[in-house]
């Protein structure tokens, strides 16, 4: 959007923390010099000391003093414009401080900047500031405010649009979020939700949930807090939410779709969650797993500490995903396969409909001594990006069933492919080439063939047929 470079420092005035804009723009003799910073004295304030201190030692056996990895730096998903998160230092008491910032046009065409204070209140909050220069500190605009105490809301944000609306929503984690949910039944049928579990309950179970992700939607009247975000969770001891980042849209639906890190749920697990135009779907499209993944010799611990995407790595079109595993230095590169539509159709229907097998020939071999009749089988791709490497000629094989006997008793077909008399095959294979035209945002291929069909002899009804075919 702009040549902005946004930066989280949770440290200063007594943790309480602060936040700086600064332009970056290549144009330094007309690019503003002021260095913008949200609002941090005690009588302006909008958190609290230590609001930005962010501990994790509420009885975790991840950390342990003494250890010689240090996690001093952490990067966040991707953000327009270019944000610079802050710094984390790990303290004696094992304890982590951090402060995730994001940018985007929340509040209409100024350019707006969110900042995580996963300490503040108890419960942690989220504060929106608006840039008005040359006038310093920036305005507060909105403060969002965690559910549970020692939640960490706002450990983590990000930015993206989720419904496609063109308005960009706003995404914070929790990893700290925990709720358990103890169920009831008596009879295995009368069931009641409870606050905890009674002792004698004939058939109980129990639900638990570790770390949330918080959906705020933007609306026409670019208000965050309308209405109730949307909630996400993850597994108990999970630390799900721990980082987000912006996936880009994945799928080219117009709507841009997110990425989650669980890096303690086993050894780590990454879930995707697709946008649609209805907000975000809850259910994950993916859920990726190290030891799933083959170019691995062995998982990688904390897998999903960091994440950042929608950059396109490889120029096929679809953004990739970087996956950072703390614990075992180690960075993943997933990158993103082209999926296309493939539409097979046969034309004309009429063709197909109402034939009299005692007429011989067809208007394509007049002087067949069978019925005989013709279709068209075609092809049509469609592809929300310009294919790559040359495939704007795709090579596609297919085959085409004339009739399937399942269920049935019929042991021979009443029609076969070609001219042929003696094999009478009732399917046949073949290869089709597809060419097409591409366009500003999507390319199209469509190719079509002919096959004739002949009726056997014994046939004294006319026909309707049904065909099933397949590509690859």
Not at 193 to 201: E, H, M, S, T
Not at 317 to 341: C, F, N, Q, T
């Amino acid at each position: 959007m702009n040549d902005t470079a946004v930066i989280g420092t949770p440290g200063p005035y007594t943790w309480r923390g602060t936040m700086y804009v600064i332009s970056v723009s290549d144009d330094f003799l007309n690019r503003d010099k002021t260095f913008y910073y949200s609002p941090h004295q005690e009588e302006d304030s909008p958190v609290d000391k230590y609001s930005y201190l962010e501990s994790d030692g509420f009885g975790s056996d991840h950390d342990h003093v003494g250890d010689d990895k240090r996690d001093t730096r952490r990067h966040g998903g991707s953000v327009t414009p270019r944000c610079l998160e802050g710094w984390r230092v790990r303290e004696l008491t094992c304890s982590k401080t951090g402060m995730s910032v994001t940018a985007a046009n929340f509040f209409g065409n100024k350019l707006s900047y969110a900042a995580g204070a996963p300490r503040a209140n108890g419960t942690g909050q989220v504060v929106l500031f608006i840039q008005q220069p040359p006038a310093n500190p920036m305005s507060l605009q909105l403060i969002l405010h965690g559910e549970q105490f020692a939640s960490s809301f706002g450990y983590e944000i990000t930015n993206a649009d989720i419904n496609g609306d063109t308005l960009p929503d706003l995404i914070v984690g929790a990893p700290f979020y925990f709720s358990r949910e103890v169920v009831m039944c008596f009879k295995e049928y009368h069931c009641y939700r409870l606050p905890d579990l009674i002792v004698g309950a004939p058939f109980y179970f129990s639900r638990e949930e570790g770390g949330a992700v918080y959906i705020f939607m933007n609306n026409a009247e670019h208000c965050l807090d309308c209405h109730e975000p949307i909630k996400l969770t993850g597994k108990p001891e999970s630390r799900f939410g721990f980082a987000i980042a912006n996936l880009g849209d994945l799928n080219k639906d117009g709507c841009d779709d997110i990425v989650v890190g669980a890096p303690y749920e086993d050894n780590g697990v990454v879930y995707i969650y697709l946008g649609s135009s209805n907000g975000i779907i809850t259910t994950p499209a993916q859920i990726i797993k190290p030891q799933d993944l083959p170019v691995l010799n062995q998982p990688d611990k904390t897998f999903g500490y960091s994440l950042s995407g929608g950059l396109d790595l490889d120029q096929n079109g679809y953004p990739d995903l970087l996956i950072g595993a703390y614990e075992h230095d180690s960075v993943i590169v997933l990158r993103s396969r082209p999926i296309i539509g493939i539409v097979t159709t046969i034309t004309p229907e009429k063709n197909l409909q109402n034939i009299d097998p005692n007429k011989q020939g067809c208007p394509k071999d007049p002087n067949s001594n069978h019925t005989c009749f013709t279709f068209n089988t075609c092809c049509y791709i469609e592809s929300r990006v310009k294919l790559t490497r040359g495939s704007q000629n795709l090579n596609l094989n297919y085959s085409i069933e004339a009739e399937k006997f399942l269920g049935s008793n019929r042991k021979f077909s009443r029609v076969w492919f070609g001219s042929n008399s003696k094999g009478r095959p009732h399917s046949v294979k073949k290869s089709i080439i597809l060419s097409g035209i591409v366009a500003s945002e999507f390319e199209e291929l469509e190719s079509c063939l002919e096959s004739k069909l002949q009726v056997a002899e014994k046939i004294r009804h006319s026909l309707c047929l049904y065909f099933g075919h397949s590509s690859q």
